[in-house]
């Protein structure tokens, strides 16, 4: 999805989990770095701007 201000969210209910949860930060990194894994393996594309734990609101 992607809001008004073309900032993207991404939702992956499958391992949704609370950010209180006590390992819910290295959780969410692992995940964020297998999706920018995955595009510079597969298309060469590494983005300088990825979600950070600390921008969650």
Request: net charge negative; proline share 5%.
């Amino acid at each position: 999805m992607v809001d008004a201000q073309d900032c993207p969210t991404l939702i992956d209910f499958p391992q949704m989990m609370s950010t209180s949860h006590a390992n819910a930060e290295w959780y969410f990194d692992r995940d964020v770095q297998c999706v920018r894994e995955f595009f510079k393996k597969r298309f060469g594309y590494e983005s300088e701007l990825f979600p950070k734990f600390s921008d969650i609101e």
